[in-house]
Nanobody
Framework: EVQLQASGGGRVQTGGSLRLSCEASGLTFDDYGIGWFRQAPGKEREGVASINSDGSTLYADYAKGRFTISRDIVKNTVYLHMNNLQPEDTAVYYC??????????????????WGQGTLVTVSS
């Protein structure tokens, strides 16, 4: 069974940094891509970044230059390094897995495996 465990959220001030972790079990990164998504209160879920089975990465425009996605094959963990955080980055962040590619544009019904979410709060 494929399972994802997201962690690393917290409260930071504007301009601060956080590193989110998505620990995966029951899959290998050779076969699966992992994506990060976020949902702010009252807003739809949106894609943040993904790292795919071939090692390629995708980023939402707002994430480019501030966020970096990476993976540790030994730890079976994907990380989302977030720098220069802004209040508009406040959201619950989720990771999700799919074979091959994880696309950032919705709908996301094709993604069957999700982590539980981790809250990021950026205060001004």
């Amino acid at each position: 069974e494929v399972q994802l465990q997201a962690s690393g959220g917290g409260r930071v001030q504007t301009g601060g940094s956080l590193r989110l972790s998505c620990e995966a079990s029951g899959l290998t990164f050779d076969d699966y891509g992992i994506g990060w998504f976020r949902q702010a209160p009252g807003k739809e879920r949106e894609g943040v970044a993904s790292i795919n089975s071939d090692g390629s990465t995708l980023y939402a425009d707002y994430a480019k230059g501030r966020f970096t996605i990476s993976r540790d094959i030994v730890k079976n963990t994907v990380y989302l390094h977030m720098n220069n955080l802004q209040p508009e980055d406040t959201a619950v962040y989720y990771c999700a897995a799919d074979r091959g590619m994880v696309y950032l544009l919705g709908p996301y019904g094709y993604l069957k495996v999700w982590g539980q979410g981790t809250l990021v709060t950026v205060s001004s």
